[in-house]
């Protein structure tokens, strides 16, 4: 059986150290915490079909491969699994 891995050992001891909070410290660390200025989202870029088109146009071809290939390993399977047994 393998021993326990060292991370496991690690956070049991990072748990038993930590100390709880009082309600001071909690308080003047929400204090202390600066504040975000809202911003404005960012402006969206729209892509073209046809831009997405030439981007993506190897996809169709390497999924034919693939599939092709994938046809072509089930035929053989069949075709050995028949003359095997």
Do not use: N
Not at 51 to 67: G, P, Q, T
Request: no cysteine.
């Amino acid at each position: 059986m393998p021993k326990k891995s060292r991370k496991s050992r690690v956070k049991r001891k990072m748990r038993s150290s930590r100390k709880p909070l009082a309600v001071k410290e909690v308080s003047q660390r929400r204090q202390s915490l600066p504040t975000l200025a809202k911003q404005a989202p960012a402006a969206k870029s729209l892509v073209t079909r046809a831009e997405l088109a030439d981007r993506y146009r190897y996809v169709r071809s390497d999924a034919r491969r693939s599939l092709i290939i994938g046809g072509a390993l089930i035929v053989l399977l069949i075709v050995l699994g028949h003359f095997l047994t």
